[in-house]
């Protein structure tokens, strides 16, 4: 079992910007790959960015070249620096540790509301 624990999050204007982190604890070394997934009201969990042990991240299309995903395995952090935020990125956040790629333990959630 991985247990995380995010912070950050916020209230912010359009163009502003945030910056999430998770650390994980417990079973970390199942983790081959840490993430954050965003869920607006009335919409499905969606990617947001990825990351691998490796170092290699992958991002969603709406977020490219504003968000950036760091990790530091020393730490087993994960964080997400969210710049030019837009009202449409407004949703809860959450940390995912990934086994295999896929999500399988989840953070609690942080609020990120973006206004115009």
């Known amino acids: 079992q991985v247990q995380l624990v995010e912070s950050g999050g916020g209230l912010v204007q359009a163009g502003g910007s945030l910056r999430l982190s998770c650390v994980a604890s417990?079973?970390?070394?199942?983790?081959?790959?840490m993430g954050w997934y965003r869920q607006a009201p009335g919409k499905q969990r969606d990617m947001v960015a990825l990351?691998?042990?490796?170092?290699?991240?992958k991002y969603a299309d709406a977020v490219k070249g504003r968000f950036t995903i760091f990790r530091d395995n020393a730490d087993h952090t994960v964080s997400l620096q969210m710049n030019s935020l837009k009202p449409e990125d407004t949703a809860v956040y959450y940390c995912?540790?990934?086994?295999?790629?896929?999500?399988?333990?989840w953070g609690q959630g942080t609020q990120v509301t973006v206004s115009s």
């Open positions: 990351i691998t042990t490796r170092g290699d991240s």
């Open positions: 995912a540790a990934l086994i295999l790629g896929s999500p399988s333990s």
């Open positions: 417990g079973n970390i070394f199942s983790i081959n790959g």
